[in-house]
């Protein structure tokens, strides 16, 4: 993204508003050490969660543009997974909160995913299934990983195809999601339709015409086809 336009509005869709979710689980503040210092991350385990089952780490949107692990997307991505059973951590990249170090335009930010996977990991243990998702800049964060971490399943909301490069590999090869609303603003969203046609093994497409790219007042709905297509079962 460029800087040369009011970026105050974006800012402020970021943030989650409360106005379209239940209450979240209630999650443990926790210190991650990143190779740029720490982390801050904040975790969620459901009573319901079967000892086996897969966790989740959720990546946030660009942090020069007001995202964090707050942004109503990444909570209702970990609700709805915290939901379905499956723990999650999210987590702010480097220059974000109180986590350390600064903006490094994807490069770092894909050593902080590492360093955040393998902290949740060690906690559940290594044979755990991994998910991965990620929002916007987050979702480009997360492709980027997915050759460095060993993902078992993969969601990408709103992928920013456009500004990011997301075709320097054959692509994912595990089960994976792409949810795109038709109204986004910030993600053309054919030329989204166009890159997950482009590829070999191909995503569950979820697309939700009447969406932007924050979802704004179809949190919801987002929230329902993730859930219908990411149940540990499914």
């Given at each position: 993204m460029s800087n040369d336009f009011d970026a105050s509005p974006i800012r402020a869709n970021h943030l989650y508003d409360g106005l379209e979710e239940e209450p979240s689980y209630v999650g443990e503040k926790v210190e991650i050490p990143g190779p740029a210092g720490k982390l801050e991350g904040l975790t969620c385990h459901p009573s319901h969660y079967v000892d086996g089952g897969p966790i989740a780490v959720i990546c946030h949107p660009h942090p020069l543009y007001g995202g964090s692990m707050s942004n109503k997307v990444v909570h209702m991505l970990s609700n709805?997974?915290?939901e379905l059973g499956v723990p999650t951590l999210r987590f702010n990249f480097r220059g974000v909160g109180a986590s350390q170090g600064r903006f490094d335009k994807g490069v770092g930010e894909v050593e902080d995913l590492r360093a955040a996977a393998d902290w949740f990991q060690q906690r559940y243990g290594s044979d755990t299934p991994f998910w991965l998702a990620g929002f916007s800049f987050g979702a480009f964060v997360a492709y980027r990983a997915i050759g460095r971490i060993k993902v078992d399943r993969l969601l990408l909301v709103?992928?920013?195809?456009?500004?990011?490069?997301?075709?320097?590999?054959?692509?994912?090869?595990?089960p994976w999601m792409v949810v795109q609303g038709g109204r986004d603003e910030i993600t053309p969203p054919q030329q989204v339709s166009?890159?997950?046609?482009?590829?070999?093994?191909?995503?569950?497409?979820?697309?939700?015409?009447?969406?932007?790219h924050f979802f704004h007042g179809r949190l919801n709905e987002l929230k329902k086809v993730v859930q219908e297509s990411l149940r540990p079962n499914s």
């Open positions: 709805a997974l915290t709103a992928p920013p195809v456009a500004m990011f490069e997301f075709n320097d590999s054959d692509g994912p090869t595990m166009q890159w997950v046609r482009k590829q070999v093994n191909e995503p569950v497409y979820q697309w939700l015409g009447d969406a932007d």
